[in-house]
């Protein structure tokens, strides 16, 4: 009888210890580390508990499966201490996660129980996702930012659009961007030379201290994506991205943040400049008195944003003009910048003729030309008015109430899907479930 009834206490206490966990914590821990030879081909899975220990490659021929639900965490460390993710060109990545069980990435200290406050960024590196997709740089190649220039696995674009880096979906990058130098910190994802035959969707960056994400170049196509709470610009375009982007959510907060979008361009401007295509966006900014923008086109960059949201910023667009045939108002000028039927509202600027600027910092901008990008916010259906997203001070409730759906453009390519309304969200949540951010009561 004694020993069933100690039985039964060690089974109580047993059972009582496992509930006081956090439901993200396993009893194995596999730290991962590599010794210069990469990963590996291997999977890691939703059982185990992993730590990861420094820069991880997957190297060309490497294959990396990651389970729905396995939360992978990472070392804190500056510099060439690091702790990050990069899978190279010629190694692919499958990390398919689901809306039940999404994959997450976070640091060492992350319980995903509250014991990290959600805006805190910088304890660990990032994911770092490379290919061979074409680039506007001089030799049709770079190296990525983070990993040092004399590493060959830093290397990404070539010639290949359809370029396969594998599968990422249903993911969280939660706390990232540690620095590696003065005024380099790792993206919370940088995707470099990224071709379209890689799947990319539901994929959240959560406060990272740099960009949240970041294309360099590269073609592929991105659905449902957050960016929020992230110290730099939400989402940053350079080096001739042109891909297609649906349903994307930027948020800032009053302590941190700059643009909500950046257009950069690369070493040919005339042809092969960045020039992404998006729908249905929805970018909440920092406030009024942040004095922070929507979006910059610079160093003749383009970029076209149609059925879109675009609230609660000091400043809205500013085009780079320096009179040659080169500059981003040329990309205006030529079509592959555009803005049509979007939503502009509760920004420091009250008047439509503010909203989209042209910009110099040598020049005085002839009144002809502003006139032309004010002819083009009325004409092509821009309009101020409420989407009756609600912003409170712990929470947004991004279900809009107001009218997004008298007017919108129908996507010229059928990738695109043909909704019709403005913004990333209409009446369904489709962060809910997956996403960390909905998890803490947010977004709702």
């Excluded at 590493?151 to 880096?165: F, V």
């Excluded at 620095?179 to 993206?187: D, F, H, Q, T």
């Excluded at 998006?278 to 383009?302: C, E, H, M, P, Q």
């Excluded at 309009?383 to 912003?391: E, R, V, Y």
């Amino acid at each position: 009888m004694k020993n069933l009834i100690y039985i039964l206490i060690l089974t109580f206490l047993a059972i009582f210890s496992s509930c006081r966990k956090s439901p993200y914590y396993v009893d194995e821990v596999i730290t991962i580390t590599d010794s210069g030879t990469g990963i590996g081909t291997v999977t890691l899975s939703a059982d185990k508990e992993y730590l990861i220990d420094g820069l991880v490659f997957v190297t060309d021929g490497q294959t990396l499966t990651i389970e729905p639900g396995t939360v992978i965490r990472f070392k804190p460390g500056q510099s060439e201490n690091a702790s990050a993710l990069i899978v190279c060109r010629g190694g692919k990545i499958i990390a398919e996660g689901t809306p039940a069980k999404p994959i997450i990435f976070t640091a060492e200290s992350d319980d995903l129980a509250g014991s990290i406050p959600l805006e805190t960024n910088g304890l660990w590196g990032g994911i770092i996702i490379l290919g061979n997709a074409p680039v506007n740089a001089e030799n049709g190649e770079s190296k990525i930012e983070g990993i040092a220039v004399y590493d060959e696995r830093a290397d990404y674009g070539g010639t290949d659009i359809n370029d396969n880096s594998g599968v990422f979906c249903y993911v969280s990058i939660l706390h990232s961007g540690t620095s590696l130098s003065e005024g380099n910190e790792i993206n919370g994802l940088t995707l470099g030379g990224v071709g379209v035959g890689t799947e990319i969707h539901h994929v959240e960056v959560i406060s990272n201290k740099d960009d949240g994400i970041e294309f360099f170049g590269g073609t592929v196509n991105c659905k449902y994506m957050i960016s929020a709470f992230c110290g730099d610009d939400a989402f940053d375009f350079d080096d001739g991205y042109s891909g297609f982007g649906q349903y994307w959510l930027s948020i800032q907060t009053n302590n941190a943040g700059d643009l909500l979008s950046e257009h950069d361009g690369g070493y040919n401007k005339y042809t092969n400049c960045t020039k992404p295509v998006f729908y249905n966006a929805t970018f909440i900014g920092r406030g009024l008195t942040g004095n922070k923008g929507i979006i910059s086109f610079r160093n003749g960059s383009g970029g076209i944003y149609k059925n879109s949201v675009f609230i609660n910023q000091a400043w809205g667009v500013k085009i780079q003009y320096d009179g040659s045939d080169m500059d981003s108002y040329t990309k205006f000028k030529n079509g592959n910048l555009q803005f049509e039927n979007n939503i502009f509202f509760y920004l420091g600027i009250f008047d439509y003729t503010g909203i989209i600027n042209l910009t110099s910092e040598t020049l005085t901008i002839p009144q002809e030309c502003q006139d032309e990008i004010n002819d083009h916010f009325v004409n092509f259906g821009n309009c101020i008015s409420d989407p009756g997203i609600l912003i409170e001070s712990d929470h947004i409730n991004i279900l809009p109430t107001g009218d997004i759906s008298s007017t919108f453009s129908i996507p010229e390519n059928n990738w695109f899907d043909n909704a019709q309304y403005k913004g990333a969200f209409n009446n369904v949540n489709w962060a809910t479930g997956w996403s960390y951010l909905s998890k803490t009561g947010y977004l709702r």
